[in-house]
């Protein structure tokens, strides 16, 4: 059982920048792929982003391309989201999540979640 613990939200304005964090305990496995996923109010959990822990390979939303980026610190066992020029849209709760294999947009695959983090973005 691995154990995700998200930090580093807060209530900021547009144009600024956010890093979140996600640090990771218990059976973590260097073959997996760790997620960032968000759900605001009254809408599905989407996927943000997605590495894998042995690196190289990342994967991004339309919405947050260009804007985010997703990094490891595998001595850490930590995953980054530094989220650049947000936007209210932006606004949601940010989880992080982690699964065997590859990254996918699929969140039913993700087997481990954090408790999640809230990001407040206002106008």
């Known amino acids: 059982q691995v154990q995700l613990v998200e930090s580093g939200g807060g209530l900021v304005q547009a144009g600024d920048s956010l890093r979140l964090s996600c640090a990771a305990s218990?059976?973590?496995?260097?073959?997996?792929?760790m997620g960032w996923f968000r759900q605001a109010p009254g809408k599905e959990r989407e996927f943000v982003a997605g590495?894998?822990?042995?690196?190289?390979?990342?994967s991004y939303a339309d919405s947050v391309k260009g804007r985010f980026t997703i990094s490891t610190d595998n001595a850490k066992n930590t995953v980054y989201l530094q989220m650049n020029s947000l936007k209210p849209e932006d606004t949601a709760v940010y989880y992080c999540?982690?699964?065997?294999?590859?990254?996918?947009?699929?969140?039913?695959?993700?087997?481990?979640w954090g408790q999640g983090t809230q990001v407040t973005v206002s106008s």
């Open positions: 590495i894998r822990w042995s690196g190289g390979f990342t």
């Open positions: 218990g059976r973590t496995s260097s073959s997996g792929a």
């Open positions: 999540a982690t699964k065997l294999g590859s990254v996918t947009y699929n969140r039913y695959l993700y087997e481990s």
